[in-house]
């Protein structure tokens, strides 16, 4: 009996800190935050292009964690990427003219959905839109940009100096 | 009561397994040609015959954990060919079976492995259950080893518990399969005097299969000799010895050279000798 | 000779076919035990003990070590690119989705699948597993199915406790001994890794559990009754396993990529 005990006990142990570590790996080494999931309240904002923002990335206001990202889907009515946001409720004070961007934590890092604050009198309630949405900078467009405005720069540039001589 | 006395008022139908032109080959190798076996109800009956005549295969014919190519094997009037594996399990719910070293389960100690048929047949509360278990522990005299693993016992100490085991569902048959291998003459003669004794205080029917004559010669109310794929003779004990049949009296006494060759098939010895090998 | 040879090929071929039909009958027959056979929860209890508990020290010894080397590649590697701060991800990543179910699952294929399948080997060489059949209780379901089970529970969380293990090991490296900063450690990999990157390694790690206890179950179960026997079943878990572990692997990362 008391062996039986002793394997009672041992095996308990091992589950105890088997599903402890699992704990431990989904709640701290991934973004995902519980609490903040049920409650809350939501937001809608569309956007012209997501480019790396995933569902359950933080959305932040000066750097403070207020929410995350629910889901985003792809709205066929606007053609644009429909993305909605939870929001905390002890977050219940923003103006409703504020400001939703899509921004990239460092150089490598993840996206995340940044909320600049309005000068509205009036806040956001559940379901509402966010009016003015700022698109994901993608490298590669940034880059074409670029390239583009130099190469037009340049016979342009050429053309003055033939004019001149 | 006399072994004769108990046959007679089993009455006309008093056979429990019978075995009729049974036909069984592993490989292509014949093991059994044509074999017919009865074993009557209350009756020690004894299977003899050389290593790898198949005596265990035998066995396991009648338990049903093989199927004989041809033949009829049936036991209390089943034929047990026919039967499927719920019916299978249930037939051998009703017989006992003592394996060569014991097959006590090793993890288990000997209280737990005597209870291990009850525990996962039936439902009886543990002080009932306790009292079974000790009961029968108490019969082949080993109640005091109950703490013990299997690992701590000796060879005939674990055949005594295996034994208690195979009793504990209170079977009708008891089979026994080489009991006597590796024991010591003490140990040797509490099995055998177990084997009368719980045949005769239970009423059951026995199956023993061995090699030793003198000590099956001791117990057993008849015996079978198999031989060559076959039942070479079928007698008491004392009509096997004093048989004329070569073969019979080969084995029986236990005399190096007869049909049974001393020298396994070789070609001729001066000349292998001087060929080289290759 | 080269007339038999495609023959023989065809045959071998044959015998493999045949062999994975076997395995797979009896992962069936396990898996249509497998409702009854957790009612039994003791004799599951005892095995996840044997499979799991008794792995334990090998696994967070070897989970240590693996994570302390990754902390020191790791940090060697992204240095050379001046982004020594997401080690964090590239160690996280790297345990939960790989090497914490393989290495586990090796080492429990050496460590619990040869004990497995030495002990089943060896009741039935000892006639312990043919004395159940003949006291009318199938050994498959009273012995064989809690084996199986017990390493099926156990391995995800041997993997769990392998990757946490791990994810320290590299920590006191990169953080305690190259000067990584904790901060970035640990907040560059909260923000990289993804709730199903640790979905990923737990199916993993549940796929392997379920091969590597069916490869020492059957290899076990189904040995040659002999000293012999029960040490080739005992190689062929091992070996079986590992590949198998490896193969499956790779499906899996490709299906889940």
């Known amino acids: 009996m008391r062996q039986t005990r002793a394997i009672e006990l041992g095996t308990g142990l091992f589950v105890l800190l088997g599903f402890a570590a699992l704990f431990f790996l989904v709640t701290q080494v991934t973004s995902r935050q519980f609490g903040i999931g049920d409650g809350g309240y939501r937001l809608v904002a569309s956007f012209e292009q997501v480019g790396g923002l995933k569902p359950g990335a933080p959305v932040s206001m000066s750097g403070v964690n207020v929410g995350r990202v629910e889901s985003i889907e792809y709205d066929f009515k606007e053609y644009r990427a429909r993305v909605t946001l939870r929001i905390g409720s002890a977050y219940d004070r923003i103006p409703d003219d504020s400001d939703a961007g899509i921004l990239t934590a460092g150089l490598l890092g993840g996206q995340y959905v940044g909320i600049g604050p309005g000068a509205s009198e009036t806040f956001f309630r559940d379901g509402d839109q966010i009016q003015f949405t700022q698109s994901a900078i993608v490298l590669e467009n940034l880059i074409s940009k670029f390239l583009f405005s130099k190469a037009s720069e340049q016979p342009a540039a050429a053309t003055r100096e033939e004019s001149n001589r | 009561m006399s072994a004769s006395a108990r046959q007679q008022s089993a009455g006309a139908d008093g056979i429990v397994v019978r075995m009729r032109g049974l036909h069984y080959a592993v490989n292509g190798r014949p093991i059994f040609r044509d074999v017919d076996v009865d074993i009557r109800r209350g009756a020690v009956t004894a299977v003899m015959g050389p290593s790898g005549t198949g005596k265990t295969t035998l066995l396991r014919l009648i338990t049903g954990q093989?199927?004989?190519?041809?033949?009829?094997?049936?036991?209390?009037?089943?034929?047990?060919?026919?039967?499927?594996?719920?019916?299978?399990?249930?037939?051998?719910?009703?017989m006992g079976m003592l394996f060569q070293n014991g097959a006590l389960l090793t993890d288990l100690d000997v209280y737990e492995n005597v209870a291990f048929p009850l525990r996962e047949h039936t439902r009886l509360p543990e002080r009932l259950l306790r009292h079974v278990v000790l009961t029968k522990l108490q019969a082949v005299g080993l109640r005091g080893a109950w703490r013990l693993?299997?690992?701590?016992?000796?060879?005939?100490?674990?055949?005594?518990?295996?034994?208690a085991r195979a009793i504990v569902m209170d079977p009708g048959l008891l089979i026994y399969d080489e009991p006597f291998v590796g024991?010591?003459?003490?140990s040797m003669g509490m099995v055998l005097r177990l084997i009368r004794r719980l045949n005769d205080a239970l009423g059951l029917t026995s199956i023993v299969v061995s090699h030793d004559v003198r000590e099956i010669s001791a117990v057993a109310d008849f015996c079978y000799l198999i031989s060559g794929a076959r039942v070479a003779a079928a007698g008491t004990p004392s009509a096997l010895a004093d048989s004329t049949s070569d073969e019979v009296r080969q084995f029986m006494h236990g005399l190096p050279d007869g049909p049974v060759p001393f020298h396994y098939p070789a070609p001729d010895y001066a000349a292998q000798v001087a060929e080289p090998r290759g | 000779m080269i007339a038999a040879l495609p023959r023989e090929l065809l045959a071998s071929l044959r015998e493999a076919l045949a062999t994975?039909?076997?395995?797979?009958?009896?992962?069936?027959?396990?898996?249509?035990?497998?409702?009854?056979?957790?009612?039994?929860?003791?004799?599951?209890?005892?095995q996840v003990h044997n499979a799991g508990a008794l792995s334990l020290v090998i696994i967070m010894l070897s989970g240590l070590f693996v994570g302390m080397v990754l902390g020191l590649q790791g940090f060697d590697l992204l240095q050379r690119f001046g982004s020594e701060e997401s080690l964090g991800v590239a160690v996280a990543l790297g345990l939960l989705k790989e090497l914490g179910p393989v290495v586990t699952a090796l080492l429990f294929a050496g460590r619990a699948g040869t004990a497995l399948a030495s002990e089943l080997g060896l009741m039935r060489a000892t006639d312990q597993l043919a004395a159940m059949e003949m006291m009318a209780v199938d050994p498959v379901r009273r012995v064989v199915l809690p084996r199986f089970l017990g390493s099926v529970i156990s391995m995800p969380l041997?993997?769990?406790?392998?990757?946490?293990?791990?994810?320290?090991?590299?920590q006191l490296i990169g953080v305690q001994l190259m000067g990584v900063d904790a901060g970035q450690f640990w907040s560059q990999m909260k923000g990289a890794v993804e709730l199903d990157d640790v979905m990923e390694g737990v199916i993993k790690s549940g796929v392997f559990g379920v091969a590597c206890g069916l490869v020492a179950v059957y290899e076990g179960y189904h040995s040659v009754p002999t000293a012999e026997g029960v040490g080739r079943a005992t190689t062929r878990t091992v070996v079986i396993s590992s590949v198998l572990v490896l193969l499956l692997d790779y499906m899996l990362t490709a299906v889940m990529l």
Do not use: H
């Open chain 3, 158 to 170: 041997l993997a769990a406790i392998f990757s946490l293990i791990g994810l320290f090991g590299a």
């Open chain 2, 183 to 186: 024991l010591d003459p003490i």
């Open chain 2, 149 to 163: 693993m299997p690992s701590e016992l000796s060879g005939g100490m674990a055949r005594r518990v295996a034994l």
């Open chain 2, 66 to 94: 093989l199927r004989a190519d041809r033949g009829l094997v049936e036991v209390e009037g089943q034929d047990v060919s026919r039967l499927d594996r719920a019916a299978l399990y249930r037939m051998r719910r009703r």
């Open chain 3, 20 to 46: 994975l039909g076997r395995y797979a009958f009896f992962l069936l027959r396990l898996l249509a035990a497998t409702p009854r056979g957790l009612l039994r929860f003791g004799l599951v209890v005892q």
